[in-house]
Structures are given as structure tokens and as C-alpha cells.
């Protein structure tokens, strides 16, 4: 019983002292993570950083859990709680000693132990181990904040430049995927041979090589464009050695694919519909030129 009660009491002591030092550690974290959050705030204004403040926020947020698990992982044992609680408790090394011969049976050290146990009945515990931050240092971390926040609100060119480039690269992945889905369509057309297809895909690969390196939404649109040019001019080339029934299924299945795309990407509906309509008129521009080659009338 006796052993029980002076365990229990050091483990008291621990927990005050494992919440002393987690809200210290959590201020720390706090302010060191708060600098953090004004210096990519601050270098966002001359380099452009989408979103700084999100990255802020991770900075904060990763900087106080890494200071909170190092202070719950560095849980102090029980004999160095019994030494803290010593000193700031005024046991006079009472707890140490009882701790060391907690399982001796000898008079001096039951003596002891119900010594300690009576100074553990009158002992006030309530105000140790507290901790409260100095004013300097809640001044500091409230002018950093309002430095954060003001770095927020100021407009430069390197956050403009910062916002277009984002503009850049989700044009480009739309782009992209945009393609994707055409070239996904195309496979489903029957009259395409597994080579046509396989020429198609290494256009787009270009194509999404070419899309990566874009810088401006100009550079965007030219690799699409290109795109659609070559592979026009891939589906004329092929389409222009079928025979007159196939080429004119391979349209009929464009102009079917447009349809049942139009509701739901009218875009894609589009671009199909006019690789249809293209198609149809590189065919009819062929027959002109066989009925007619020497181009009069």
C-alpha cells in the first residue's frame, strides 16, 4: 500500500510535468513555426509561390507536431520525475529515496518511506510545475503574425506571375487530359488498325512532352493545336486508303462519338465533330482532284 501510494504520487508529479513542458513546447513550436510561415510569406512577394499561405500553414502545422512528439516521447522516467518533484516540491530528496529503496524491508527504509508519505499528505502540488511564456516573447509572436498577414495583402508582380503560371499548368493538364479522351475515343473507332493507333499515341506523347515545358497559355494552345494538326493529317492520310465504305463508317463513327459527347464534354464533341467534318472534306477534295486533275473545269 505504501509502495503504491508513493508510485502514485511520482506519476502525479509526471503528468504535471509532461503538461508543463507540452504547452511549452507547444508555444515554441508555435513561434518557430510562425517564423516560418512570414519567410514564405516574405519570399513569396519576389518569387513566385502559388498558395505560400498553404505551405505556411504546413509549416506551422508539421513545426508544433514535431516539437509535441519530441516532448511525449521524451516522457521523463520515474526517477528523474522523483528528482524534479525534490527540488520544486521541497521534498529534500525524500521521493528519490523512497523510490530507490521502494522494495527494501529493512526499519530504516520503512521509516523513510512513511516519512515521505506523511510530507506527501501535507504536500501542495497544485502550483508547481506550471509554466507561462514570457511577454517578450508573446509580443514577438503576435508581431510576426500581423507581419504574415500583412505579407498576405501586398500585391507584387512575383504573386501575379505566380497565379498565371498555376493559370499555365491547369490549362495544360486539361489539355492533356482533353487529348486523352480523344485518343481513348479514337481507339474504340473499328476501322483504326492497332499501327494507326500506336502512331496516334506517340503524337500525344510528344504532344505531353510539349504541354510540360509550356510556359505561357500561348505555348498551351500551339501544342494543342499542333496536336490536332498532325493527327488530322495522320486519320486523312490513313483514312484516304480505305476503301470508300470504310472511310465512310470511320466518319459515321466520329460524328456518333460527337454525339453521345456532346452532353457531357461539349468540347470533345466539338473536336470530334470537326475531325469528322475534316475528313469529309479531304474525301470530297480527293475526288475533285480525281475527276478533275488538271484542276479546270
Same mark, same amino acid.
Given at each position: 500500500?505504501?509502495?503504491?501510494?508513493?508510485?502514485?504520487?511520482?506519476?502525479?508529479?509526471?503528468?504535471?510535468?509532461?503538461?508543463?513542458?507540452?504547452?511549452?513546447?507547444?508555444?515554441?513550436?508555435?513561434?518557430?513555426?510562425?517564423?516560418? %510561415? %512570414?519567410?514564405?510569406?516574405?519570399? +513569396?512577394?519576389?518569387?513566385?509561390?502559388?498558395?505560400?499561405?498553404?505551405?505556411?500553414?504546413? &509549416?506551422?502545422?508539421?513545426?508544433?507536431?514535431?516539437?509535441?512528439?519530441?516532448?511525449?516521447?521524451?516522457?521523463?522516467?520515474?526517477?528523474?520525475?522523483?528528482?524534479?518533484?525534490?527540488?520544486?516540491?521541497?521534498?529534500?530528496?525524500?521521493? +528519490?529515496?523512497?523510490?530507490?529503496?521502494?522494495?527494501?524491508?529493512?526499519?530504516?527504509?520503512?521509516?523513510?518511506?512513511?516519512?515521505?508519505?506523511?510530507? &506527501?499528505?501535507?504536500?501542495?502540488?497544485?502550483?508547481?510545475?506550471?509554466?507561462?511564456?514570457?511577454?517578450?516573447?508573446?509580443?514577438?509572436? %503576435?508581431?510576426?503574425?500581423?507581419?504574415?498577414?500583412?505579407?498576405? %495583402?501586398?500585391?507584387?508582380?512575383?504573386?501575379?506571375?505566380?497565379?498565371?503560371?498555376?493559370?499555365?499548368?491547369?490549362?495544360?493538364?486539361?489539355?492533356?487530359?482533353?487529348?486523352?479522351?480523344?485518343?481513348?475515343?479514337?481507339?474504340?473507332?473499328?476501322?483504326?488498325?492497332?499501327?494507326?493507333?500506336?502512331?496516334?499515341?506517340?503524337?500525344?506523347?510528344?504532344?505531353?512532352?510539349?504541354?510540360?515545358?509550356?510556359?505561357?497559355?500561348?505555348?498551351?494552345?500551339?501544342?494543342?493545336?499542333?496536336?490536332?494538326?498532325? +493527327?488530322?493529317?495522320?486519320?486523312?492520310?490513313?483514312?484516304?486508303?480505305?476503301?470508300?465504305?470504310?472511310?465512310?463508317?470511320?466518319?459515321?463513327?466520329?460524328?456518333?462519338?460527337?454525339?453521345?459527347?456532346?452532353?457531357?464534354?461539349?468540347?470533345?464533341?466539338?473536336?470530334?465533330?470537326?475531325?469528322?467534318?475534316?475528313?469529309? +472534306?479531304?474525301?470530297?477534295?480527293?475526288?475533285?482532284?480525281?475527276?478533275?486533275?488538271?484542276?479546270?473545269?
Amino acid at each position: 500500500m505504501e509502495k503504491t501510494r508513493i508510485i502514485d504520487f511520482i506519476k502525479r508529479i509526471r503528468r504535471k510535468i509532461v503538461k508543463r513542458d507540452l504547452l511549452k513546447g507547444l508555444f515554441n513550436g508555435f513561434l518557430t513555426g510562425i517564423c516560418g %510561415f %512570414f519567410s514564405i510569406m516574405a519570399l +513569396s512577394l519576389c518569387v513566385p509561390i502559388y498558395n505560400a499561405h498553404l505551405y505556411g500553414f504546413a &509549416i506551422l502545422g508539421i513545426t508544433v507536431l514535431i516539437f509535441a512528439l519530441v516532448i511525449l516521447l521524451r516522457m521523463p522516467s520515474l526517477k528523474k520525475t522523483a528528482a524534479e518533484g525534490d527540488r520544486c516540491g521541497n521534498f529534500r530528496e525524500r521521493l +528519490s529515496t523512497a523510490l530507490e529503496n521502494l522494495n527494501a524491508d529493512d526499519d530504516m527504509s520503512l521509516i523513510q518511506r512513511r516519512d515521505t508519505l506523511r510530507r &506527501i499528505q501535507d504536500a501542495d502540488i497544485s502550483k508547481c510545475f506550471l509554466w507561462k511564456p514570457k511577454t517578450s516573447r508573446i509580443v514577438t509572436a %503576435f508581431a510576426i503574425m500581423f507581419l504574415t498577414a500583412a505579407c498576405a %495583402f501586398i500585391d507584387t508582380p512575383a504573386k501575379d506571375n505566380a497565379i498565371y503560371n498555376h493559370e499555365v499548368e491547369e490549362m495544360a493538364e486539361e489539355t492533356a487530359k482533353k487529348e486523352e479522351e480523344k485518343i481513348d475515343r479514337l481507339s474504340a473507332i473499328p476501322e483504326l488498325t492497332p499501327e494507326e493507333l500506336s502512331k496516334l499515341e506517340e503524337l500525344y506523347r510528344e504532344t505531353l512532352s510539349e504541354l510540360k515545358r509550356s510556359k505561357t497559355k500561348a505555348d498551351v494552345q500551339k501544342a494543342k493545336d499542333r496536336f490536332d494538326r498532325k +493527327s488530322l493529317n495522320e486519320l486523312s492520310s490513313f483514312a484516304n486508303g480505305l476503301s470508300a465504305e470504310q472511310k465512310e463508317a470511320m466518319i459515321r463513327s466520329l460524328e456518333e462519338m460527337a454525339q453521345s459527347t456532346e452532353t457531357t464534354d461539349s468540347s470533345l464533341a466539338n473536336d470530334l465533330s470537326q475531325l469528322a467534318s475534316n475528313l469529309k +472534306s479531304s474525301g470530297d477534295l480527293a475526288s475533285a482532284t480525281e475527276i478533275n486533275p488538271g484542276g479546270t473545269a
